[in-house]
């Protein structure tokens, strides 16, 4: 499933689990890993984030960097369903996937949840209810600027590549997220170059390796130090 690149320069793609993902690029880089994106977020944002925070945290309050394909929303919002237990989403966007791209992605079919167009179509920067105890705010713009009176306690760091963008993975913009953080809080990220690692510990998180999703030996789980 390839389309040629539009003027947002992305290109929807299949990816060897059957679910798809985005190619963009101004950055050459996809959104998920092309050895399957529903699997890499199920293992590195789900089994190592979502579920412990489930069990640790009355309200988990999840913060996502990178929106994008809604992918990690949606399995969250499957996940709390599941649980009975309420989630207070907030991701960050700086490029919002255009309407009619997010329209060709297949992970509701993929999962059976008809949720995946309600969270697409949720406005920007304005809190909402999309499904019952899941709130979303959808936050338009950097992280770099993203300014925040929340705490959260769950945190899905899922920027592109340090290769693309090295910006978002230094020890300055971790001491950022950190400040929006309880502590006993988890960061979770596909990641795990040492010198994320490095920058991670420096900006106050202990940071544990486990094993990735297909063909990615190591991922990252990091917890805010209190
Ligand atoms: C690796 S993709 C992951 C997206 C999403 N989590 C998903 O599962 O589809 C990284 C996302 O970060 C967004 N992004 C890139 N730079 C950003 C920045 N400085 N601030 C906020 N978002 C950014 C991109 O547009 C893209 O949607």
């Known amino acids: 499933m390839t389309n040629p690149e539009n003027k947002t ?31 890499e977020s ?11 925070a489930l069990e640790r945290f009355g309200e988990v309050r999840v913060f996502e960097m990178g929106f994008g394909t809604g992918l990690n929303a949606l399995l969250t919002l499957s996940e709390a369903e599941k649980a009975g237990k309420p989630v207070r989403y907030t991701a960050v966007e700086a490029y919002p996937l255009p309407e009619e791209e997010a329209g060709r992605l297949n992970f509701g079919e993929l999962l059976g949840s008809p949720y995946l167009k309600p969270l697409h179509a949720a406005p920007w920067n304005r809190r909402v209810e999309p499904a019952p105890g899941f709130s979303l705010l959808k936050q338009g713009g950097f992280l770099q600027d993203f300014q925040t009176g929340e705490r959260f306690n769950l945190v899905y760091y899922d920027a592109f590549a ?26 979770t990220t596909y990641c795990s170059k040492g010198y ?5 510990k420096a900006a106050g998180f202990s940071v544990e390796k486990h094993p990735g999703p297909a063909r990615k030996r190591e991922v990252l789980r990091a917890v805010r130090e209190g």
């Open 162 to 187: 340090p290769e693309a963008q090295p910006e978002l993975w230094t020890e300055e913009i971790f001491q950022k997220v950190a400040g929006w953080m309880n502590p006993g809080g988890i960061l």
């Open 42 to 52: 199920q293992r590195v944002f789900i089994e190592l984030g979502l579920y412990p």
């Open 196 to 200: 994320v690692q490095r920058n991670l």
């Open 9 to 39: 320069g992305n290109r929807i793609v299949l990816t060897a689990d059957g679910s798809t993902s985005v190619y963009n690029a101004a950055v050459d880089q996809h959104y998920h890993s092309i050895f399957g994106a529903l699997q």
